[in-house]
């Protein structure tokens, strides 16, 4: 044995210590984009709408399926962009293959050309 060897359990020490380590910076970022997704859902309600545009498109760029379903109803209703149903189709069809039952439902009355399509962000 040199001087150089490291006794196996501060390997493993170290290792808890990174792990720990991530799982805080996660935790973090998990408080942080909680506090983001309420403020967007605060500034959509209050018709701040070029702000709530701006941070669901992150959620939805970030691959987030409710983000990307609330950018579809802000293309559908054409809140601070533009009405666009095809773009609206492609967030709506983006959050429904993440998995998002709203999008689901949304996206096929849209197909079917259901006026029930239409409903507020959040629900």
Not at 8 to 22: D, E, G, K
Not at 79 to 94: D, G, I
Not at 100 to 119: K, N
């Amino acid at each position: 044995m040199n001087g150089d060897h490291v006794p196996r359990w501060a390997s493993y020490l170290c290792v808890i210590q990174l792990l720990t380590l991530a799982l805080c910076v996660n935790a973090n970022e998990r408080v942080d984009a909680m506090r983001d997704w309420e403020k967007a859902r605060i500034d959509y309600a209050e018709g701040r709408y070029d702000s709530a545009h701006a941070q669901f498109l992150i959620f939805a760029a970030s691959g987030f399926k409710e983000g990307a379903h609330v950018m579809g109803i802000i293309y559908e209703e054409g809140k601070a962009v533009p009405r666009s149903m095809s773009l609206a189709m492609q967030y709506f069809e983006c959050a429904a293959s993440a998995g998002y039952a709203q999008s689901q439902i949304r996206a096929a009355h849209h197909l079917v050309g259901s006026p029930d399509a239409s409903m507020e962000p959040g629900q």
